[in-house]
């Protein structure tokens, strides 16, 4: 008697997100879920693929991405379904589209990067921000954190010193709302004006809720230069007084004074993960991005312009070059691009490759999808990793490479049932040629798809095919299990 399932993938490399060697099986799938994997001569699916000379592997989990608009905005979420990925980890670096009271016409850098025009600000709380979500699913899974500086924003009239006692009471209570609501945990972006001001205890009684929710607390740090290690000491602290997990986000050691460092902290992120959990994520490049301001362009070798509100015909020019031909400084040329993103080349390789081959790093993108001309790391983070890290340079199997950004994610984020390929287990998949998966977007041409991603399912409905979107929507918002 003969079983038939909804798909079933045939002689396939199962690469299995556990890092384990890859073997050779086939996968069906009913509905939304893996139902079998193993020979399945005996079976039959409604849909079959031969898929003999490609892997298959879990989706991948995007740990560090600004999707908070584009999930609702842009739905089909082709930056990332592209490259394979299948659930995405929004609202990092303390920015969160949610809560804001009201639209905001000049929204306050970073807050920009979400929505320069500021209209996507329109859920008061976390609790609306998800049934949109719910509503109106996008082609992948999300997860979402809950901004400190978005918070300080709606609650400080202003921002540039430290909350008051009410203050910390009225944004620990968004905290709580978001928790309740199902929020992942919170993040903070210290390094940014509006939250520069915040103090270690601060941030501590403001996350308060983290601790009975047991929700990660995720931050771009105060500083990733110079005094990276004392950055890293102020997180691991927050984390012990809240008992949660840190999560250092986007790690780096910036500006040539620092380069080789990357030695010194992740020496020090292994010995603190003995003592309490600590993890981290890295996109695979050498360039940052982010809003563009004066304070990184010392320590950038070079900067581009990746979008300006006021002078937006210079989105994707060298920051010389503009100054050039506005015949200013590249100081004024900063002030007069306001308010504008960029790209800065101001970390090293040996550092980056030393950062992405630490066995605890998981790859997050931090793509910006509103970026005019975006850093590449938006469409070509994932593909970059299995190809040129892992393929060419050696740097790690592709096995290794495959963990990164499923099961060790999965198992991070506290993401239950998915990042593995199990029977049982949501059917997140993709299908690559593991001879031919490369990231095809550079700093010159950001927005080109990768190449060998040849299928993308999101729980069961394929959302890339033929090298483009389906138009299906499957996606869930998850929740964390601790
Ligand atoms: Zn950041
Ligand atoms: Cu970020």
Redesign the pocket.
């Known amino acids: 008697m003969s079983v038939t399932f909804d798909l079933v993938i045939r002689d396939v490399d199962v690469v299995d997100g556990s890092g384990a060697p890859r073997f050779r099986a086939d996968v069906a799938v009913d509905g939304a879920h893996i139902a079998r994997i193993g020979d399945l001569a005996g079976v039959s699916g409604r849909e079959e693929v031969r898929a003999a000379g490609f892997c298959l592997a879990p989706g991948f989990i995007d740990t560090h991405t600004h999707d908070d608009r584009v999930l609702l905005s842009h739905g089909e979420m082709m930056p990332k379904v592209s490259q394979g990925v299948t659930t995405v980890i929004g609202g990092?670096?303390g920015i969160s589209l949610a809560p804001m009271p009201r639209p905001q016409s000049v929204p306050v850098p970073p807050l920009d990067l979400l929505d320069a025009e500021g209209t996507w600000y329109r859920y008061k709380r976390f609790t609306e921000y998800f049934s949109a979500l719910r509503s109106q699913p996008a082609a992948t899974n999300c997860a979402m954190l809950v901004g400190h500086t978005t918070l300080r924003v709606i609650e400080m009239d202003d921002v540039n010193r430290p909350a008051s006692a009410a203050e910390i009471s009225r944004m620990q209570s968004h905290v709580e709302e978001a928790m309740e609501a199902g929020a992942i945990g919170a993040s903070t972006?210290l390094a940014y004006a509006p939250a520069a001001c915040a103090t270690t205890e601060e941030v501590i009684e403001v996350c308060r809720p983290l601790t009975l929710h047991q929700g990660l607390y995720c931050t771009?740090m105060r500083d990733e230069g110079d005094t990276v290690m004392e950055s890293l000491e102020e997180s691991f602290l927050i984390g012990r007084a809240l008992q949660v997990p840190v999560l250092i986000?986007?790690h780096k050691v910036v500006g040539q004074a620092n380069f080789g460092r990357s030695e010194e902290t992740l020496q020090l992120i292994a010995e603190q993960m003995q003592k309490q959990p600590v993890c981290l994520d890295c996109y695979p490049y050498e360039a940052s991005s982010?809003i563009l301001t004066l304070k990184l362009l010392n320590a950038s070798k070079r900067t581009v312009v990746t979008w300006s509100r006021s002078l937006p015909e210079f989105a994707g020019r060298d920051l010389d070059d503009v100054a050039s031909v506005l015949g200013c400084s590249r100081e004024e040329a900063v002030t007069r691009l306001q308010p504008a993103g960029a790209v800065y080349f101001r970390m090293e390789d040996r550092d980056v490759n030393r950062i992405l081959k630490f066995e605890e790093t998981m790859i997050g993108s931090?793509g910006l999808p509103h970026d005019e001309v975006p850093h590449p790391r938006l469409w070509g983070t994932f593909p970059r990793v299995l190809g040129h890290y892992s393929r060419d340079m050696g740097l790690f199997p592709l096995e290794k490479a495959v963990h990164k950004m499923t099961g060790l994610s999965a198992t991070r984020f506290g993401l239950a049932g998915r990042g593995f390929l199990r029977e049982g287990y949501a059917a997140d998949m993709v299908l690559f040629n593991p001879l031919t998966v490369a990231d095809q977007a550079t700093f010159e041409h950001p927005m080109r798809p990768a190449m060998g991603i040849n299928t993308v399912w999101t729980n069961g409905a394929p959302v890339w095919r033929n090298s483009s979107t389906t138009g299906k929507r499957p996606g869930h918002l998850l929740r964390r299990t601790a």
Do not use: R
Request: charged share 10%.
């Open positions: 990092n670096c972006g771009h986000s986007h982010t931090d």
